[in-house]
Structure formats: C-alpha cells, structure tokens
C-alpha cells in the first residue's frame, strides 16, 4: 500500500497537545462523559485508550480528543487550540456531577509502532493491520525508542491511517461521518449524547456517495480547484499529501488522475 512508504516508528513529545485530568467519583465521571461524549466509556478499561469526540446539538464536531484511564482515573489528551472549547461544551453540565478537570503536568508521547510491535502495549488508541499508534505519559522527558519522530512524521502517520486531526479551525464544519470519525470515534449501540439522533439518522438512513481519503501527490502537481481541502496539505520532498472527498463511483471507475494514489479507510479489524 501507499502508505506504508510514508510512515515511520519511533516516538516524540506532543508538545502542541495537553493532558487534562477529570477529578472526582469516577462513576461520576463516567456518567458525565457518558452523556456527552461519541465513544462509550463503558468500554475504556485500565491502561488503555479511546478516540472520541464532542458535538453540538445538530451532531457538528466541537472537539476531538483521546481519552485514557489509568488506576481508574480518566485523562483527556487534547490539542492545545481546543482546550478551550471543550472545557466550555461541558461546563454546564460539569457542576450537576461534582467533577473538576484540571491540567496535568505530564510528559506526553507519541508513538508510532508496527501492528505486530509487543514492546507498547498500553494506551493504544489506534491499530489497523499495518501499524498502532498510542500514548505514554509519565515524569519523564525522555523519548523511549532511538528513533526519534518529528511532528511531521507524527501528522503524516496520522493522514496516511486517515485519522484525521482536528484544530479550532474545524469547529463547527464536519459531522463525523463526513471525515470517517464515525468508523473510529461513535459508537451506535450506547445511549444518548448531543448531536446523537442526527448522527444516528445521517448512519442508517443517509445515502453518502462520497468518500473521505488521503491522497499522495506528486510534488509539483497542481491540485484541481474543484477538490476541497480537509486540513493541512503535508509536503516532503517528493509528494505531497492532503485529504479531500472523491465520488464513490469515480474511484470505483478509476476515473482519478493515475498520478494520484489514494488512501482509503481499511477497517481494523
């Protein structure tokens, strides 16, 4: 595949993310994020790791997030821009909980691994056949692999697995089906959260004809006016690589430019 000449293992600090922790009763917080998250906290065990998201009441995404449970205690890694903003979609419901979330003071790293790796297991948010991507956070500021990533590194790994990564600029623009979040972030058999009824209708009843991919491009070529860009177009010396939406039929009858190689969703399992 495609992909699997564009990312490499290793590990970095997160240094544009940061890491809040929710302090109370954890079945209270559990309740609490249970209400208003995608994911279902129900199925976040100890030492591991969960993509979710928050959306508003007609299902768009407010923010974007990784949640961990350590010792029975839920942390929330989160890009620095959206901070704000998710600290505010819960703050009204916060106080009914008798729940505080606070920042934590934490080392944070980034790992890339290969799917068949031992050497990480925990806090592993996202695994495909290929690769896994996961978390560690302690006091240390050493990196734990000799091979050191770079934040370009870590963007083009998170492209390449079509994960897509959120920033203040994408507030209020995507429901998650539109950028595959609905294959990594909803689940569609737990309860009731904001934007739930829409996204659940979008799922089982919309008829989307167009699907969400990445795309290598050689350096030089000129991207069609036509196509809309989904957050930042990567460059390394010979391609570059950005997200953008193709008809469904026009992949499936090769009618793309030959130039461009597409990346399209592989399920994990």
């Known amino acids: ?6 990312i490499k293992t290793g590990s970095l600090h997160l ?9 109370g009763d954890i079945n209270k917080v559990e309740s609490l994020l249970q209400g208003q998250v995608t994911s279902d906290i129900t199925e ?26 350590s010792n029975d205690v839920i942390y929330v890694v989160i890009e620095n821009s959206l901070e704000v903003n998710f600290r505010n979609q819960l703050k009204e419901f916060i106080k009914f909980y008798e729940v505080e979330i606070h ?21 592993i948010f996202y695994k495909n056949k290929q690769y896994k ?10 990196i734990i692999s000799d091979k050191k990533l770079t934040e370009l590194d870590w963007k083009i790994a998170n492209k390449a697995l079509l994960n897509f990564l959120f920033s203040i600029e994408d507030i209020n623009k995507y429901r998650p089906n ?7 972030r909803v689940s569609f058999t737990k309860g009731c959260y904001r934007g739930q009824e829409i996204v659940a209708r979008v799922h089982h009843l919309g008829v989307n004809r167009r699907e969400f991919v990445t795309v ?11 196509l809309k860009i989904h957050g930042e177009i990567l460059e390394l010396s010979n391609v570059k690589i950005f997200n953008t939406h193709f008809k469904r039929d026009d992949i499936e009858n090769k009618s793309i430019s030959k130039s461009l190689k597409l990346i399209r969703f592989q399920d994990p399992s």
Do not use: V, W
């Open 1 to 6: 595949m495609a992909q699997l000449n564009l």
């Open 15 to 23: 240094h544009n993310h940061k890491m809040l922790k929710f302090e």
């Open 44 to 69: 976040l065990a100890n030492k591991n790791a969960q993509l979710s998201c928050i959306l508003d009441h007609k299902g768009f995404i407010q923010a974007d997030f990784i949640l961990l449970r």
């Open 103 to 123: 920042s934590c003071d934490l080392s944070l790293m980034g790992i890339i691994s290969a799917a068949n790796d031992d050497s990480y297991q925990n806090y």
């Open 133 to 142: 991507l996961s978390l560690r956070f302690d006091g240390s500021r050493e």
């Open 178 to 184: 539109e950028i595959n979040y609905d294959k990594s």
């Open 216 to 226: 290598i491009a050689p350096i030089n070529e000129k991207i069609d006016t036509k």
